[in-house]
């Protein structure tokens, strides 16, 4: 599979996920620089972390504007898997592609930790080869992952089953000191109503080796392999 | 006349040169060299590069002593970083640089335009930054306004590093009133290039377009070179403007596309405009190329409306590069910079007659040979005297000593001392993981990444100790060297190369020049002796406040190689059931320790002994125990002794405590011989956990190597028990000792219960 790795301006995670995909999964991945108008065709598509334009307004906001976020936004659309990980779940939430918005931890300092999540949702094509109420060790690194949304949203989140991870001690219950930024309901990561596109704070892609700390992000990224847009395998995993 | 010219009238008095920080015998020269006046422009060139900041003119008789060469050595200093070589074709290029005069000023700009400024010295060599430390020293914690720069400083530094996407690995942070009204930020940073990828801040080729890349020039900054050049008094805060604003964004566009166009074989010379600006990096290019460089103020990006030849010049906005480009590439380079959307400009072009000649428009408004400016700079033989009373404050009074508190007490005291207290409050603020490549986390002695595409590793450490330094400058420094290069091989790596930042007073003080020259002296020494060649550094004079000097502080760094980054260990005992085997020789010695200071509030005695050749012995040792994977963990005992060691190698265990019991010290004048045996200092000394299988070959060869070695105790239990020659000292719950180290500083910084 093909991935396409979204460079803005300011991401510096891009690389991180390239050699991710590249290297420790074996499969295809290309840079696609913002400033162009095609994905060049790729199975799935991923925006990386960083602080894209800077970060000097709202996270994610010029962002948005970049030709390349018509064709993700297109790409969504027509159901190929779009995976936004920290600035790119922040551009996937000013684009509209996900519902809500980030404001600065709730301390108003950046952490940089190992933090634990608990997998609420098999059936997103990035969670979909791991178990439910499974838990990840994966690095955060943001001052801006304190998740908000409006009441009725978060409630058509919830019933919709679109929180896909949350903070979460290492046994996996879901509490207010394993919360390291203030996210409404312990929110890391959600997708959206066709379940095809994933947004999360924490960094999958950095925790791919043991050497590195941990290799619980693969299963993140291991889950999207096989799934083409549309095809069979999602719809069997989501039933 | 219009205002272009405004330097061709003024007439230049001695108020004129006092503002300029330029004597009169420094005048006369400036004089001699031009054979006429110069023109307040000229006058404004010549104070920033002749300022101590930039000519290194107190300095530079005695940096000519240190050790630069080596078999790794491709680039010593003299350029804009050093460069060995890391086998594989591949270059470790690294320095480390101040900037304690901003962040005193202005701390969270100060400290993010020190990170900025360290990172583009490394990439304009063509090398892809990979690691950021920092060396840091504040005041008394317990004043506000100590707290008020750690966190404008912690949060400048996270700004910038965290947001261009460069980790920050590791460093240290110390705490002493010496520091208050001066605070030193020493930012290290380190990158990786092809050796064959090298670019220098070379001009060279006659008629070779000089252009002008990055963000546009302001009037921020204009004199901060001659700011870092002058002590402090109440009215500093008048010179807030000198310090410039960071743009870590434009940073990031201006390091990928000039990492883009390095690639090409486009570029001739490369230099970044730091201090001094445009003037330095004209200058510095054409005096190392041999040539002359002729630019035109009037084509260069200009952020503010109505700026002078003479702002233009001085201006130290960031984020701004000055290319040497091959005549008949400009296109390829436009092109990359257009990408990026960052301001390519033709400014000037290099000449063959060796001055550097300012231009706006058609009229020249500064001409002076590259080399006046540069090698023609000061350079004084300051005269040197031992300070009053530095014998006296060589001896412990041990009728001062007062009552002496039960060592578990004490030991509970130190691992809360906000110096020796875990710096997690600090290192999460920094992005430490970015480019995933950190094996050894900030929070361990160490800063470890791996070298992705090879089996090799970087293992990197900042060490400097003022107390010891304040006692002994050249003994101290030596044991900087030594400690950097000791948590090097802790790490498993071995130490390869050096880069030093020497923070002092005033050096038209004698004592202030005798602790400078005592402490190079030490530092060639440690160097030589250890195998770690000097390849570049800063040194950051006139850290006063009022006539109060900080401690004077040499701050090494020490970059080391790890042959296979899968041995890497850092100082967590990682399981229950490991023998402690302590390595070299504990004499007790307590002077100038964190004991003397937390509990007595006393800096005196002689720092701990260190013989050079027993401390190669030891690290090469560790280096190899490590490679044959006979080490579980290793760590090195610093500021707190044998007790604060061993604590910290039970911290982020996970639980995993130790028991051990060592042999009494001797005693030293005087003071109580198990505080001494627990507490002291000594130098060349590291803990280890080992399988108990393995115990045996490890002393085998510890023995062999001329080290000396013991089993001093096992891992496991979940409690922190040392004993002194059979009788329990310390016997303290492993929880209730780490939430003190773990919460202090956080404590101290937001007032959360400890």
């Given at each position: 599979?093909?991935?396409?790795?979204?460079?803005?301006?300011?991401?510096?995670?891009?690389?991180?996920?390239?050699?991710?995909?590249?290297?420790?999964?074996?499969?295809?991945?290309?840079?696609?620089?913002?400033?162009?108008?095609?994905?060049?065709?790729?199975?799935?598509?991923?925006?990386?972390?960083?602080?894209?334009?800077?970060?000097?307004?709202?996270?994610?906001?010029?962002?948005?504007?970049?030709?390349?976020?018509?064709?993700?936004?297109?790409?969504?659309?027509?159901?190929?898997?779009?995976?936004?990980?920290?600035?790119?779940?922040?551009?996937?939430?000013?684009?509209?592609?996900?519902?809500?918005?980030?404001?600065?931890?709730?301390?108003?300092?950046?952490?940089?930790?190992f933090?634990?999540?608990?997998?609420?949702?098999?059936?997103?094509?990035?969670?979909?080869?791991?178990?439910?109420?499974?838990?990840?060790r994966?690095?955060?690194?943001?001052?801006?992952?304190?998740?908000?949304?409006?009441?009725?949203?978060?409630?058509?989140?919830?019933?919709?089953?679109?929180?896909?991870?949350?903070?979460?001690?290492a046994?996996?219950?879901?509490?207010?000191?394993?919360?390291?930024?203030?996210?409404?309901?312990?929110?890391?990561?959600?997708?959206?109503?066709?379940?095809?596109?994933?947004?999360?704070?924490?960094?999958?892609?950095?925790?791919?080796?043991t050497a590195v700390g941990s290799d619980?992000?693969?299963?993140?990224?291991?889950?999207?392999?096989?799934?083409?847009?549309?095809?069979?395998?999602?719809?069997?995993?989501?039933? | 006349?219009?205002?272009?010219?405004?330097?061709?009238?003024?007439?230049?008095?001695?108020?004129?040169?006092?503002?300029?920080?330029?004597?009169?015998?420094?005048?006369?020269?400036?004089?001699?060299?031009?054979?006429?006046?110069?023109?307040?422009?000229?006058?404004?060139?010549?104070?920033?590069?002749?300022?101590?900041?930039?000519?290194?003119?107190?300095?530079?008789?005695?940096?000519?002593?240190?050790?630069?060469?080596?078999?790794?050595?491709?680039?010593?200093?003299?350029?804009?970083?050093?460069?060995?070589?890391?086998?594989?074709?591949?270059?470790?290029?690294?320095?480390?640089?101040?900037?304690?005069?901003?962040?005193?000023?202005?701390?969270?700009?100060?400290?993010?335009?020190?990170?900025?400024?360290?990172?583009?010295?490394?990439?304009?060599?063509?090398?892809?930054?990979?690691?950021?430390?920092?060396?840091?020293?504040?005041?008394?914690?317990?004043?506000?306004?100590?707290?008020?720069?750690?966190?404008?400083?912690?949060?400048?530094?996270?700004?910038?590093?965290?947001?261009?996407?460069?980790?920050?690995?590791?460093?240290?942070?110390?705490?002493?009133?010496?520091?208050?009204?001066?605070?030193?930020?020493?930012?290290?940073?380190?990158?990786?290039?092809?050796?064959?990828?090298?670019?220098?801040?070379?001009?060279?080729?006659?008629?070779?377009?000089?252009?002008?890349?990055?963000?546009?020039?302001?009037?921020?900054?204009?004199?901060?070179?001659?700011?870092?050049?002058?002590?402090?008094?109440?009215?500093?805060?008048?010179?807030?403007?000198?310090?410039?604003?960071?743009?870590?964004?434009?940073?990031?566009?201006?390091?990928?596309?000039?990492?883009?166009?390095?690639?090409?074989?486009?570029?001739?010379?490369?230099?970044?405009?730091?201090?001094?600006?445009?003037?330095?990096?004209?200058?510095?290019?054409?005096?190392?190329?041999?040539?002359?460089?002729?630019?035109?103020?009037?084509?260069?990006?200009?952020?503010?409306?109505?700026?002078?030849?003479?702002?233009?010049?001085?201006?130290?906005?960031?984020?701004?590069?000055?290319?040497?480009?091959?005549?008949?590439?400009?296109?390829?380079?436009?092109?990359?910079?257009?990408?990026?959307?960052?301001?390519?400009?033709?400014?000037?072009?290099?000449?063959?007659?060796?001055?550097?000649?300012?231009?706006?428009?058609?009229?020249?408004?500064?001409?002076?040979?590259?080399?006046?400016?540069?090698?023609?700079?000061?350079?004084?033989?300051?005269?040197?005297?031992?300070?009053?009373?530095?014998?006296?404050?060589?001896?412990?009074?041990?009728?001062?000593?007062?009552?002496?508190?039960?060592?578990?007490?004490?030991?509970?005291?130190?691992?809360?001392?906000?110096?020796?207290?875990?710096?997690?409050?600090?290192?999460?603020?920094?992005?430490?993981?970015?480019?995933?490549?950190?094996i050894a986390a900030?929070g361990a002695a160490?800063?470890v990444?791996?070298?992705?595409?090879?089996?090799?590793?970087?293992?990197?450490?900042?060490?400097?100790?003022?107390?010891?330094?304040?006692?002994?400058?050249?003994?101290?420094?030596?044991?900087?060297?030594?400690?950097?290069?000791?948590?090097?091989?802790c790490s498993g790596?071995?130490?390869?190369?050096?880069?030093?930042?020497?923070?002092?007073?005033?050096?038209?003080?004698?004592?202030?020049?005798?602790?400078?020259?005592?402490?190079?002296?030490?530092?060639?020494?440690?160097?030589?002796?250890?195998?770690?060649?000097?390849?570049?550094?800063?040194?950051?004079?006139?850290?006063?406040?009022?006539?109060?000097?900080?401690?004077?502080?040499?701050?090494?760094?020490?970059?080391?190689?790890?042959?296979d980054?899968s041995a890497v260990r850092t100082r967590v005992f990682p399981a229950a059931g490991l023998d402690v085997v302590l390595f070299?020789?504990?004499?007790?010695?307590?002077?100038?320790?964190?004991?003397?200071?937390?509990?007595?509030?006393?800096?005196?005695?002689?720092?701990?002994?260190?013989?050079?050749?027993?401390?190669?012995?030891?690290?090469?040792?560790v280096?190899?125990l490590i490679g044959e994977g006979r080490l579980a963990s290793a760590h090195d005992?610093?500021?707190?002794?044998l007790?604060?060691t061993l604590a910290e190698c039970c911290f982020e265990s996970g639980g995993v405590g130790a028991a051990v019991d060592?042999?009494?010290?001797?005693?030293?004048?005087?003071?109580?011989?198990?505080?001494?045996?627990?507490?002291?200092?000594?130098?060349?000394?590291v803990v280890a956990a080992v399988a108990p299988g393995d115990v045996a070959a490890v002393l085998?060869?510890?023995?062999?190597?001329?080290?000396?070695a013991r089993r001093i105790g096992r891992t496991g239990g979940d409690r922190i028990v040392i004993?002194?020659?059979?009788?329990?000292?310390?016997?303290c719950a492993l929880g209730?000792a780490e939430?003190?180290w773990a919460?202090?500083?956080?404590?101290?910084?937001?007032?959360?219960?400890?």
């Open positions: 599979m093909t991935f396409a790795v979204v460079v803005f301006p300011g991401s510096n995670c891009d690389h991180d996920a390239y050699h991710a995909i590249k290297h420790v999964l074996g499969e295809d991945a290309v840079f696609v620089w913002h400033k162009e108008t095609s994905l060049h065709g790729a199975d799935v598509v991923l925006l990386p972390g960083g602080f894209s334009h800077g970060d000097y307004l709202r996270t994610g906001a010029i962002a948005r504007f970049s030709p390349v976020m018509r064709a993700v936004e297109d790409a969504a659309r027509a159901g190929t898997p779009v995976l936004g990980i920290c600035n790119g779940f922040q551009v996937l939430l000013e684009c509209g592609l996900l519902p809500g918005a980030m404001l600065r931890n709730r301390d108003l300092k950046f952490h940089c930790e933090v634990h999540v608990r997998v609420e949702r098999t059936d997103t094509p990035f969670t979909r080869a791991a178990r439910e109420g499974q838990v990840l994966l690095p955060i690194a943001h001052g801006d992952g304190n998740y908000w949304a409006p009441p009725e949203t978060l409630d058509a989140l919830e019933r919709g089953g679109q929180v896909v991870f949350r903070y979460a001690t046994a996996g219950e879901v509490t207010d000191e394993a919360n390291p930024n203030g996210s409404v309901h312990g929110i890391a990561g959600i997708c959206n109503e066709a379940r095809n596109v994933v947004g999360l704070m924490p960094h999958p892609e950095r925790a791919c080796e619980d992000g693969l299963v993140v990224l291991r889950s999207v392999l096989g799934t083409m847009a549309g095809d069979g395998a999602l719809e069997a995993a989501s039933r | 006349m219009t205002s272009r010219t405004e330097g061709r009238e003024m007439t230049i008095d001695a108020a004129v040169l006092e503002r300029h920080g330029v004597t009169r015998d420094e005048y006369r020269r400036i004089v001699e060299l031009m054979g006429r006046e110069p023109y307040l422009t000229e006058l404004g060139m010549f104070s920033v590069m002749w300022s101590e900041h930039c000519s290194y003119k107190s300095s530079r008789v005695h940096l000519k002593t240190l050790p630069t060469d080596g078999e790794r050595v491709l680039q010593g200093p003299g350029e804009n970083a050093g460069a060995v070589d890391v086998g594989d074709g591949l270059a470790a290029v690294f320095k480390i640089e101040s900037h304690n005069h901003p962040s005193f000023i202005e701390p969270y700009q100060g400290a993010a335009t020190g990170v900025g400024g360290i990172i583009r010295d490394i990439f304009t060599m063509g090398a892809r930054p990979v690691a950021l430390l920092d060396s840091l020293r504040f005041g008394a914690i317990d004043r506000p306004p100590t707290r008020r720069l750690v966190k404008g400083v912690v949060a400048g530094i996270g700004g910038y590093g965290n947001s261009i996407g460069i980790p920050t690995v590791g460093g240290e942070v110390m705490f002493d009133e010496s520091y208050g009204g001066n605070p030193l930020v020493n930012v290290f940073c380190l990158g990786v290039a092809r050796h064959d990828a090298i670019v220098k801040g070379v001009a060279s080729g006659v008629g070779n377009p000089v252009y002008y890349v990055g963000a546009k020039t302001g009037r921020d900054g204009i004199h901060g070179a001659t700011m870092a050049s002058a002590e402090f008094d109440e009215k500093s805060a008048e010179k807030r403007p000198a310090v410039q604003v960071g743009d870590p964004f434009m940073e990031k566009l201006l390091l990928e596309a000039c990492l883009e166009v390095m690639k090409t074989d486009a570029v001739v010379g490369v230099q970044d405009m730091g201090a001094a600006g445009l003037t330095c990096a004209t200058s510095e290019t054409g005096s190392r190329g041999g040539v002359g460089v002729e630019i035109d103020v009037t084509l260069v990006p200009q952020r503010e409306t109505g700026m002078t030849p003479y702002e233009i010049m001085l201006s130290e906005s960031q984020e701004r590069m000055l290319l040497i480009v091959r005549r008949g590439r400009e296109a390829e380079v436009e092109r990359i910079f257009e990408k990026w959307d960052l301001h390519a400009v033709r400014i000037g072009e290099v000449t063959a007659d060796g001055m550097l000649r300012v231009r706006a428009g058609g009229e020249v408004v500064a001409e002076m040979p590259n080399r006046a400016l540069t090698d023609e700079a000061p350079v004084y033989r300051r005269p040197m005297r031992e300070p009053a009373g530095h014998d006296e404050r060589r001896r412990i009074p041990s009728d001062a000593l007062g009552v002496v508190l039960p060592p578990q007490d004490v030991f509970l005291q130190l691992l809360a001392s906000p110096t020796v207290a875990s710096k997690r409050w600090v290192f999460e603020q920094y992005d430490h993981m970015v480019r995933t490549n950190t900030a160490a800063g990444i791996r070298l992705k595409g090879t089996r090799r590793a970087l293992a990197m450490s900042v060490d400097g100790n003022g107390r010891f330094c304040l006692l002994d400058p050249r003994h101290g420094a030596a044991l900087a060297v030594a400690e950097a290069a000791r948590n090097v091989a790596a071995t130490p390869i190369a050096a880069t030093n930042c020497l923070n002092f007073g005033n050096p038209e003080r004698p004592e202030i020049m005798w602790q400078f020259a005592e402490a190079v002296a030490g530092i060639g020494e440690a160097c030589r002796a250890l195998g770690t060649p000097i390849t570049g550094g800063n040194v950051s004079l006139y850290n006063e406040t009022d006539g109060q000097s900080v401690l004077p502080t040499p701050v090494i760094g020490i970059v080391g190689l790890l042959e980054a070299g020789e504990n004499l007790g010695e307590l002077g100038g320790s964190e004991y003397l200071k937390t509990m007595h509030r006393l800096v005196r005695g002689m720092p701990p002994a260190l013989d050079l050749a027993r401390e190669r012995a030891l690290q090469a040792l280096v190899r005992c610093a500021e707190g002794g007790a604060v060592v042999p009494a010290a001797p005693s030293d004048g005087g003071v109580d011989t198990v505080i001494a045996t627990l507490f002291g200092e000594s130098a060349s000394r085998e060869a510890a023995t062999a190597a001329g080290v000396p004993a002194v020659d059979g009788a329990r000292a310390i016997d209730e939430t003190r919460t202090s500083l956080a404590h101290w910084m937001e007032g959360r219960a400890a």
